[in-house]
């Protein structure tokens, strides 16, 4: 079953009633509506209502809208009382069995791993590695935690692993906190290590059927999904031996920016070196991006000496990184959220 943490949905607006007074801000074209946000005080958890006019209703809602029950996350189980809380907060009605078979534009999965230990401890032992560094980009995460960042010339997907418990007193949640149980929630995140999987723009519709082996994007067929979306993305991206995936990554960025400069700024010498793997390979994806214009013997030699300076430093922080990582044990701990992550 999946656990939903943020999922945006289309209905026909011809199926949806609503109360204009509480859709004042509105879309213009050529003088026309096309289109009218909700335009009250969000109650937590209800991020969004767009009302197309002519077109579809687009609804945003997290598991926050669950109140006490958030780490229970969007599921085929409650997605009913999640209907019925919208309506209640919004003043919006629609059909149930409609909003079931409504297509979904955007879903974030998640996975709530309980830990033996302290979720620290975890996330030091994460942080020690650099998963397929030639397609994945990784930054912290909100100060507890961590996201590898994968795009592609279509789309951009996300993997996140943070301690929710601290990310629950961060000054966004405080207003989710002071009007439920703030005991209860945070209880329920004892000794959990969250983990998240979103896809932050394009090919939704085709990445979602792919994603969840699913004939439709639709609400009902994403939720009864047995596939686990978390597990599948997760060994995509520590997965350092598939030379295809390698080679299509570097044709998207070859598409994507016109000129090597271009491509070298957005990520860096490292991004590149980490890439291709080589100095041989590097030199060859640069000359592709000048082709027969110019000599590129300039920058080249800049290239070069870039390189020999990434490896001097690589080789250090693998020296320093193994010692880390036997010290720490950290293995067995990957291990055990590896595990939970795919059977639990």
């Known amino acids: 079953m999946q656990k939903c943490d943020t999922i945006s949905f289309d209905i026909p607006t011809s199926e949806v009633l609503y109360n204009e007074d509480n859709f ?29 006019h002519g077109g579809n209703t687009n609804i945003k809602v997290s598991a926050k809208i669950l109140g006490n029950d958030y780490v229970e996350g969007i599921n085929k189980n409650n997605i009913e009382n999640v209907f019925d809380i919208i309506k209640k907060k919004s003043g919006i009605s ?21 830990v033996d230990g302290e979720v620290k401890d975890y996330l030091e032992a994460y942080n020690l590695l650099t998963p397929n560094p030639s397609r994945i980009r990784k930054e912290t995460y909100k100060r507890s935690g961590f996201v590898w960042d994968r795009k592609t010339k279509t789309y951009s997907e996300r993997f996140i692993m943070y301690d929710k418990q601290r990310d629950l007193l961060r000054s966004p949640n405080k207003e989710f906190m002071g009007i439920h149980d703030a005991n209860v929630i945070m209880k329920s995140f004892d000794n959990v290590l969250r983990v998240e999987q979103n896809n932050q723009k394009g090919g939704a519709l085709r990445t979602i059927r792919n994603r969840f082996a699913v004939d439709e994007a639709r609400l009902d067929y994403v939720l009864e999904s047995p596939v686990n979306v978390v597990w599948k993305v997760y060994e995509r991206m520590m997965d350092n031996s598939n030379r295809l995936q390698y080679d299509i990554f ?9 000129t090597w400069r271009e ?13 291709c793997g080589s100095l041989p390979d590097t030199l060859i994806f640069i000359k592709r991006f000048y082709a027969d214009k110019s000599n590129p ?33 950290s293995n067995s701990l990957i291990n055990e959220v590896e595990y939970k992550m795919k059977y639990a």
């Not at 096309?34 to 335009?39: G, L, R, T, W």
């Not at 629609?94 to 309980?114: E, P, W, Y």
């Open 24 to 52: 004042q801000k509105l879309n213009l074209r050529d003088g026309e509506i096309v289109a009218s946000h909700y335009s009250k005080k969000p109650y937590p958890g209800l991020n969004g209502i767009v009302i197309g």
């Open 94 to 114: 629609f059909n149930n069995d409609t909003a079931l078979q409504s297509k979904v534009r955007r879903v974030d999965i998640n996975k709530n791993v309980k």
């Open 250 to 258: 570097i044709e998207d960025y070859l598409e994507r920016f016109n």
């Open 263 to 275: 491509c070298r700024d957005f990520i860096g010498y490292k991004g590149v070196f980490e890439m």
């Open 297 to 329: 013997s300039r920058e080249i030699q800049k290239v070069r000496r870039a390189f020999y300076e990434f490896e001097k430093q690589k080789n250090k922080e693998i020296r320093d990184s193994w010692i880390k990582f036997h010290e720490r044990n």
